[in-house]
Nanobody, 121 residues
Framework: QVQLVESGGGLVRAGGSLRLSCAASGRTFSSYAVGWFRRAPGKEREFVAAIGGNGVYADSAKGRFTISRDNAKNTVFLQMNSLQPEDTAAYFC?????????????????WGQGTQVIVSS
């Protein structure tokens, strides 16, 4: 069983930056893909970025967000730059028991509780 805990959300002005962290329990974390998803008010959960070996990004995240992992600390990070009001959402990390990354929401085995990001204009 893997438990995921997100942190780093908050309130930021448009153009600002935040770094989200996803801390995981479990000794096999390095063999798991980890992804970030978000759910804006009134919308469905959507893929943002994920990392197995390399990072994979949604079009909305390319060029602004960077996903990275520190396996020694069992932590995955999402550096978010040039934030815009449309990035406002609850952000969730997820893990799956393979390094293969998928962008769907259905094929992830573990989910965190989420951290809120609010971007003001």
């Amino acid at each position: 069983q893997v438990q995921l805990v997100e942190s780093g959300g908050g309130l930021v002005r448009a153009g600002g930056s935040l770094r989200l962290s996803c801390a995981a329990s479990g000794r096999t974390f390095s063999s798991y893909a980890v992804g970030w998803f978000r759910r804006a008010p009134g919308k469905e959960r959507e893929f943002v970025a994920a990392i197995g070996g390399n990072g994979v990004y949604a079009d909305s995240a390319k060029g602004r967000f960077t996903i990275s992992r520190d396996n020694a600390k069992n932590t995955v990070f999402l550096q978010m730059n040039s934030l815009q009001p449309e990035d406002t959402a609850a952000y969730f990390c997820a893990a799956r028991r393979t390094l293969m990354v998928v962008s769907t929401t259905l094929d992830w085995h573990y989910w965190g509780q989420g951290t809120q990001v609010i971007v003001s204009s």
